[in-house]
T-cell receptor, first 111, second 112 residues
Framework: GIQVEQSPPDLILQEGANSTLRCNFS?????LQWFHQNPWGQLINLFY???GTKQNGRLSATTVATERYSLLYISSSQTTDSGVYFC?????????????FGEGTQLTVNP | NAGVTQTPKFRVLKTGQSMTLLCAQD?????MYWYRQDPGMGLRLIHY???????AKGEVPDGYNVSRLKKQNFLLGLESAAPSQTSVYFC???????????FGPGTRLTVL
């Protein structure tokens, strides 16, 4: 199956700092999504971004499909950004809908 | 508009007992999914459905069964629970195959 690697596994920031999270994947994909899991366990979809760049407030994401990676940028981080960020992908050849998740980046933003 | 809801939120079972987890969505989505999340790991797909009356196996289907009798509901069953099935279970739905997935709040299941 497709491999998804996220880095760094852990990240600690001071409020106001910027950060970049990376997701590498091992095969061509037609579906890539970024999720945030807050400290209470709720999973929120941040971006659906199989290619290109999108922005939503302080967050933006870029996927370079030809080089098999995606980046999630968090600017001016806030304590509410804490949690785990997951990248999930689906191979182009799959007939169903089967997202494979990375192991996540644990982000802690300190006040 | 409640989005994706799951019942129950918590459950404790003894080994060998059975139970059903219910997922409901009110977004008229065709696709629905069941995932499990174990400590320190990402989510793994158990089963999914691409429409009413259809189901398919995901990455870790053994020990689970599912049914999609109504478009808005997706049920996950454990016929004979085992301690290895202790996990947090998430349901999700999406409009289509290449659309964003929306998640429910999760069900924390402990099997003793």
């Amino acid at each position: 199956g497709i491999q998804v690697e996220q880095s760094p596994p852990d990240l600690i920031l001071q409020e106001g700092a910027n950060s970049t999270l990376r997701c590498n994947f091992s095969d061509s994909v037609n579906n890539l999504q970024w999720f945030h899991q807050n400290p209470w366990g709720q999973l929120i979809n941040l971006f659906y971004i199989p290619s290109g760049t999108k922005q939503n407030g302080r967050l933006s994401a870029t996927t370079v499909a030809t080089e098999r990676y995606s980046l999630l940028y968090i600017s001016s981080s806030q304590t509410t950004d804490s949690g785990v960020y997951f990248c999930a992908v689906e191979r182009e050849e799959t007939s169903g809908s089967r997202l494979t998740f990375g192991e996540g980046t644990q982000l802690t933003v300190n006040p | 508009n409640a989005g994706v809801t799951q019942t129950p939120k918590f459950r404790v079972l003894k080994t060998g007992q059975s139970m059903t987890l219910l997922c409901a969505q009110d977004m008229n989505h065709e696709y629905m999914y069941w995932y499990r999340q174990d400590p320190g790991m990402g989510l793994r797909l158990i089963h999914y459905s691409v429409g009413e009356g259809t189901t398919a196996k995901g990455e870790v289907p053994d020990g689970y069964n599912v049914s999609r009798l109504k478009k808005q509901n997706f049920l996950l069953g454990l016929e004979s629970a085992a301690p290895s099935q202790t996990s947090v279970y998430f349901c999700a739905s999406s409009y289509g195959k290449t659309h964003e997935q929306f998640f429910g709040p999760g069900t924390r299941l402990t099997v003793l």
